[in-house]
């Protein structure tokens, strides 16, 4: 098989990074997040990509990183929010297993409450910016998604096992996770 086992997108701060992480360690397969492939690459932080070059030339970074990493990553693949929304990008992610985390307003809120470094929600309200761009990319997100997944029904492995299941994914067997 070629391809990654699965491509996770969603909003900011459904936990793309935090699960995919924790199911290819289910999986014992290879994890990448394209965030983090742009910084490396890039050499730099994403507020200073958003910064030096602007949105539109980091949506180009990201189409290019999401083209290499489809073509080398044969483990889980996590995007960043606004990955999709790249016409080129979208094309890139036909016929591949896609998996959008859906999640609520009220646990994102919960979880921003920590985060920094999301040039997007940067301004006076995150929130309102958040619930603005997650209405603007729904439509685009269910298009591309083969499967949809709440992010909100418990820790990132808890959401990497209800992956598993909706995927029918294999994993290495663990005789002391079986009850669970
Ligand atoms: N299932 C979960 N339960 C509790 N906390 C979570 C869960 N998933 C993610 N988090 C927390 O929410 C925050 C955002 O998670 P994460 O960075 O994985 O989201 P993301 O979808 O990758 O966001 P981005 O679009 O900015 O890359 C982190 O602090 C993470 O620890
Ligand atoms: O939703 C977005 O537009 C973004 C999400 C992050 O993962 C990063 O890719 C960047 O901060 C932009
Ligand atoms: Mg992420």
Do not use: N
């Amino acid at each position: 098989m070629t391809g990654p086992v699965a491509v996770l997108i969603g909003p900011m701060a459904a936990g793309k990074t935090s699960v995919g992480r924790a199911l290819a360690a289910r999986l014992g397969v290879p994890f990448a997040d394209l965030d983090a492939l742009i910084v490396q690459e890039a050499g730099r932080t994403i507020p200073d990509i958003f910064a030096d070059e602007g949105e539109p030339a980091f949506r180009e970074r990201e189409a290019r990183s999401l083209v290499r990493a489809v073509a080398h990553q044969r483990g889980v693949l996590s995007l960043g929010g606004g990955a999709p929304m790249h016409a080129g990008a979208a094309s890139t992610l036909r016929d591949l297993p896609v998996v959008l985390l859906e999640i609520d307003e009220e646990t994102v809120a919960r979880r921003l409450a920590h985060g920094v470094g999301r040039p997007m929600l940067s301004g006076e309200d995150p929130m309102a910016r958040w619930r603005e761009l997650a209405a603007a990319r729904a439509e685009t997100y269910r298009g591309l998604a083969t499967h949809r997944i709440d992010a909100a029904l418990g820790s990132p492995d808890r959401v990497a096992l209800a992956i598993i299941d909706a995927l029918q994914l294999q994993r290495p067997a663990r005789p002391q996770e079986e009850t669970e």
